[in-house]
């Protein structure tokens, strides 16, 4: 067991005074007991919440390491949750059993699904958040969750080990080391670091370290993942000045109510904690000629703009904005922080110039003529890691058992990081246990497509979901998340309670039931028209009808269809998400159909498992050039489907690698059961008379 800088000390009086189960140290009897737990999770952001909070439900005993409690739950940046392709994200992590949708729907004061124009797979469920009840709320089911203990502590080093035999990893992580030199033992250690990698603000010219405002970065960690050989970027994000709510004239601008009836995050929660009517509204306004002239003029005293450190693509700056698309008004949305917050986020206009100039900026906007500036915007920069480095159970290919989550590899947003989060604290614990991974592939989840791209592509700038990087949306809907996750997360990682399986479980009989009776159901066209004349039926089909595609038309939905049968129909109408479900099924039924061909495609490529211990740089029985050895060591694929995703893998490479891995399997096959036929082949024994 060794330290990779210096020595350490065995000091655990900060942890013994939380009364924290200590184990003593095997093979050491000098030492003082130091506490052990099964994962270690270091960082209580988005990522660090549900990762502790995922391998806790798993059955380890877990910790939660953070700088502090008191930011437990903290929306760093903007005052919302959700959006187009992040509210899928949303939903798939709350399947797991994950927290952030929950404490959503118990802390939002804006509610609104996104991308309605278009079909029910892309909407974006979306909400504004009050970010005091957010904190609160996620720091109370934080603090109370079973076999999860939460420590303040900052975390300079890792304790490593010699690896373990049959797996890849140059060594093994053991522990962590803390600021004051004490120690923490672990089978599994997840790493979420956020933007404290080496983080430094800025405004202006000014810049100093810090992980965010008012936090101190993380230094030490960061200088031990370098030196062990972890191949490290360089990334910024920036956030918007905040502004006195009473300083704003909303009366002039484009207000946006919420939905009513208002759509939840969680699977569990039948409706919000607050009705619309008491939600808060929205208020719309535009940057113009004036704002890019500040921006353009002041160029020079803003270091930020000019670093060749890449940013968000697709929440960028004012400053990036007007540089690549100049003489266009920008869109900036007055978003509420909370039921009793005198402040206003105003999204779109993330800006690192200084101060002053700022506010002179802001003044300028429609609406903001008298607003006052109560924060500055700031960028933050920071160190990440190439995620090709990291395995789909986000378990590092350098170091073994250590586990990578949220912005350290490379994702910009809460929900990125959340995913990913929920991902590695369940096998982090699974690691801890030796149990197989729980991977979720690219047909069955966004979460799957999010850590397929950042594992075979990686990323050069921060990456953010969108329904548009899925190849098949119309199977991985919002509405379907339970149906594809929920049961592989109860059965193969138990990190699924049995309240949330019993009531997926009915869902899915349920939808089973109420299609096969509206499937059975059929009339002539004609009866169908007048027993639902607001469809536009065509009278011209002579053969009967079904239920189920009559619910197609947009005109009609369940309650329609059991007002006219209210026999077969009517139970199927009253809850209304199973009715809201049957409608969704049947719309896409027939693009269905073709998409799950597909699909099963794609999973036979995905089956075809390539080595884990598969030496690209030297094996010689596969004919591939020294690029693609390179890119495959580099990404390390664990199936052919993976391997075809990784740029410059030649569809020539991937036939000999498909021929390399089939003979392989041949030669395991015989290998086993050559022992079998030989036994088969010897003569018995005589038996005695």
């Known amino acids: 067991m060794f330290y990779l800088r210096g020595c350490g000390r065995w000091v655990a009086a900060s942890l013994t005074k939380q009364h924290l189960p200590v184990a003593k140290l095997s093979g050491d009897s000098a030492a003082p007991c130091t506490p052990h737990f099964d994962v270690v999770v270091v960082g209580g952001g988005h990522a660090g919440t549900e990762a502790a909070a995922a391998a806790a439900r798993c059955g380890s ?83 109370s969750t079973p076999l999860l203990t939460v420590q303040e502590g900052a975390v300079e080093d890792l304790i490593l080990k010699e690896p373990e035999p049959g797996h890849a990893g140059k060594c093994r992580v053991s522990g962590v080391v803390l600021g004051d030199g004490s120690t923490v033992h672990a089978e599994s250690v997840v790493l979420t670091a956020g933007t404290f990698l080496r983080g430094t603000i800025v405004i202006g010219l000014e810049t100093r370290p810090a992980g965010r405002l008012g936090d101190q970065p993380s230094i030490g960690l960061a200088q031990t993942l370098e030196r062990l050989g972890f191949a490290v970027g360089r990334l910024k994000t920036g956030t918007p000045p905040r502004i006195a709510k009473e300083s704003v004239n909303f009366s002039i601008l484009n207000k946006q109510m919420p939905d009513n009836p208002s759509v939840p995050f969680s699977f569990l929660s039948e409706t919000v904690w607050i009705k619309p009517e008491d939600q808060l509204p929205c208020h719309l306004t535009h940057t113009n000629p004036r704002v890019d002239e500040i921006v353009l003029e002041n160029l020079h005293l803003n270091s930020h703009i000019k670093e060749t450190t890449r940013g968000p693509r697709y929440c960028p700056s004012i400053e ?99 995913a990913q989060g929920v991902i590695a604290g369940i096998n982090a614990s699974l690691r801890a246990s030796c149990k197989p991974p729980f991977v979720v592939s690219r047909t069955e989840g966004y979460i799957g497509v999010l850590i397929d791209d950042l594992t075979t592509l990686g990323t050069s700038e921060p990456y953010r979901m969108f329904t548009s990087r899925v190849e098949f949306r119309l199977s991985l809907r919002p509405d379907n998340a339970d149906s594809r996750l929920t049961f592989r997360g109860y059965k193969e990682a138990g990190c699924v309670s049995q309240q949330r399986y019993e009531r997926a479980s009915w869902m899915k009989s349920s939808l089973e039931e109420g299609i096969s009776v509206l499937k059975s159901i059929e009339f002539s066209s004609s009866m169908w028209k007048k027993l639902t004349p607001q469809a536009p039926i065509s009278t011209a089909r002579s053969l009967p009808v079904r239920a189920l595609d009559i619910l197609k038309y947009e005109e009609v939905d369940m309650e329609l269809l059991a007002a006219a049968l209210p026999e077969p129909l009517g139970k199927y109408a009253a809850c209304r998400e199973l009715a809201d479900r049957l409608k969704v099924e049947a719309s896409y039924e027939s693009a269905l159909f073709c998409q799950l061909q597909e699909i099963e495609q794609v999973r036979r490529e995905e089956a075809l498992q390539l080595p884990a211990d598969l030496d690209y740089l030297t094996v010689r029985d596969v004919s591939l050039s020294e690029e693609v050895r390179e890119k495959l060591h580099a990404s390390r694929p664990q199936t052919i489907g993976a391997a075809s995703r990784i740029p410059g893998v030649t569809p020539a490479a991937l036939v000999n690698l498909l021929r390399f891995v089939k003979t392989t399997q041949q030669q395991q096959t015989a290998a086993k059961e050559a022992p079998d036929l030989l036994s088969s082949a010897a003569p018995a024994k005589q038996r005695p008379l």
């Open 61 to 143: 005993r877990t910790l939660l390491l953070t700088h502090r409690v008191d930011t437990i739950g903290q929306m760093s940046c903007n005052p919302s949750f959700g959006g187009i392709g992040k509210g899928h994200l949303m939903r798939e992590v709350d399947a797991l059993d994950g927290l952030c949708a929950r404490i959503c729907d118990h802390s939002g004061v804006h509610y609104k699904v996104l991308n309605r124009r278009k079909g029910p797979a892309v909407w974006g469920l979306r909400a504004q958040i009050d970010r005091k009840l957010y904190k609160q709320n996620m720091q109370k089911e934080i603090l």
């Open 320 to 418: 990036s904005k007007v540089l690549r698309f100049p003489n266009r008004l920008h869109q900036v949305w007055l978003e509420p922080e909370g039921l009793d917050s005198d402040v206003i986020y105003p999204q779109g206009l993330s800006v690192t110039l200084p101060a002053e100039l700022q506010e002179k900026m802001i003044t300028c906007i429609r609406g903001l003529e008298e607003a006052k500036m109560v924060q500055p915007g700031y960028g933050v920069q920071y160190d990440y890691l190439d995620p090709r480095q990291i395995s789909p159970s986000l378990e590092t290919h350098l170091v073994q058992r250590l586990f990578f989550a949220g912005q350290i590899n490379g994702t910009t947003g809460y929900e990125e990081a959340a």
